[in-house]
């Protein structure tokens, strides 16, 4: 997508509080970054706030396998699935970005 961001689009500390807020706390200490950069620019998808919606579902929904997909709006039957991908910690929004990773969803926590 166009109005897709990458890891070097972003401010270093919205990288930072975008990992934190998946749990990812110590990412950016532990990898270079290169490493860093390959990281988050494979497993997050970042827009600006003010990024179409459709372009936002359209992304995540390319991350997903039908089954999930479908299992999650039966889940969620008056949801619209942008809705539906904020509820499962998919999408979330942190201050001028909306962030997606079906990797990494919201109150994923690393163990050493």
Not at 7 to 28: M, T
Not at 40 to 63: G, M, R, S
Request: net charge negative; glycine share 4%; no cysteine.
């Amino acid at each position: 997508m166009d109005n897709q961001l990458a890891f070097a689009d972003l401010p270093y500390n919205a990288v930072i509080n975008i990992l934190d807020q998946r749990g990812l706390f110590s990412a950016h200490e532990e990898m270079s970054r290169s490493e860093l950069e390959n990281f988050f620019d494979k497993d997050f998808y970042i827009f600006e706030n003010d990024a179409a919606t459709a372009d936002i579902v359209q992304t995540t929904a390319e991350l997903l396998d039908a089954e999930h997909i479908k299992q999650l709006t039966l889940s969620y039957p008056t949801s619209t699935f942008f809705e539906v991908l904020i509820a499962q910690g998919f999408l979330s929004n942190l201050g001028r970005y909306h962030v997606v990773s079906v990797e990494y969803p919201l109150g994923t926590r690393l163990v050493a």
